[in-house]
């Protein structure tokens, strides 16, 4: 199952030259890009881990682009990575943009569990059947 | 570099003849090539190799659009020549010229020296370096003093690590940024010596030669009018006596010194006329007179050294 978070996510996989427009597009803007990538694909799950610091400070994406390859070559296909830009801007102070760069190559999807609570009440909440494994063999390796 | 002309058929390209000038002038470089022509003073065999790299762009770019492809050409370039001859602020144009041609994307000049690429403890580095990198990327990296960055007396030196991330990026991104090493000229060949890598990768070596003294005295006049300043007759001819003196004392650092030498007198200016009870006119604030000149201790300094030698 495809898991779908931040922007873009019901289109294609962006392609690099579609995701070099879009840092290009965050860096103009002005925002803090940042590498970020996970294998706990729960939607809930805030804390992804980031890959060097955030860059700002930076003219160009192909800076950012050379990050995000060699995030890629250690962690594609096993975890989850996103871009996002943070808006440090006074009275925004927010992330703005936030975009999945690469995704494992298999996506098993979620688990839902119901729970029966207080007599005949239902319960409902998900599980990613990866998290089942711990952390660092979800996605094979 | 990727761009949107590759869109045009070229079979309909190739039977038209291309105009050149029409070419330099839609691309601005014509623009900035004057401008540096104009506020650079001497420098010949320097704009004359700057024009030729121009040239060699502008070409390459027309034989793109008519599908005759070539390699992006290596653009990294290595600038010697003595202190104050302007290696700086010719990479700053060179940016200019790099971006007006569209063969980097930003056409801004990082400005960097050892201490912003080499780390203090081992893992420092290559983040560092990295960063520097990346704070390049769409411009023009300028390494000054760039034989720093190699110290063959310590082996276990971190400039190592620096050079070498430098040459990957060099090697592989050559798209994305070009590198403008620049330091004194016999240095920079003893570097280049202990490492090869560097100077198979850099295509362009520009010499800076020194300024003559008639240079640096025009230089001096442009200098004093952007501060609204001007010599006076007497002034003038002092001057001139101060730059022939300022040459044979050591650590002469051409349009620098010649730049230190003006604050100064500006300083002798400013006190002669504070310390004087009459009134100064316009005039008085804005001309620098010899007296401001010939009180400097290069006089003093040139004739004990002349003596030391005889």
Known sequence: ?141 | MPTTDTEIDPVSVISENIDLRRELAESHVGEVLDQLDAELIGLKPVKTRICQIAALLLVDRVRRRMGLSSETPTLHMSFSGNPGTGKTTVAKRMAEILHALGYIRKGHLVSVTRDDLVGQYIGHTAPKTKEVLKKAMGGVLFIDEAYYLYRPENERDYGQEAIEILLQVMENQRDDLVVILAGYADRMERFFRSNPGFRSRIAHHIDFPDYSDEELMAIAETMLKAQNYHLSPEGKEAFRRYISARRALPHFANARSIRNALDRMRLRHANRHFGSNSLVSFDDLSTIEAEDVLSSGVFAASEAEARDRS
């Open chain 1, 1 to 141: 199952m495809r898991m779908t978070q931040g922007c873009f996510s019901f289109l294609p996989d962006l392609t690099d030259d579609q995701i070099r427009v879009q840092v290009q597009y965050c860096i103009d803007q002005g925002y803090a890009v940042n590498i970020e990538f996970t294998d706990d694909p729960h939607p809930r799950n805030t804390f992804w881990d980031m890959w060097g610091l955030p860059m700002f400070d930076i003219r160009d994406a192909a800076a950012v682009m050379m990050e995000f390859d060699a995030c890629r070559k250690t962690y594609g296909g096993k975890r989850y990575i996103r871009i996002s830009g943070f808006d440090s801007t006074h009275g925004w102070e927010a992330v703005r943009i936030s975009f999945i760069a690469s995704r494992p190559e298999d996506e098993p999807g979620f688990n839902l569990i119901r729970q029966e609570v207080n007599g005949r009440s239902m319960r409902y909440t998900l599980q990613p059947y990866v998290t089942e494994k711990p952390e660092g063999e979800r996605y094979g390796a």
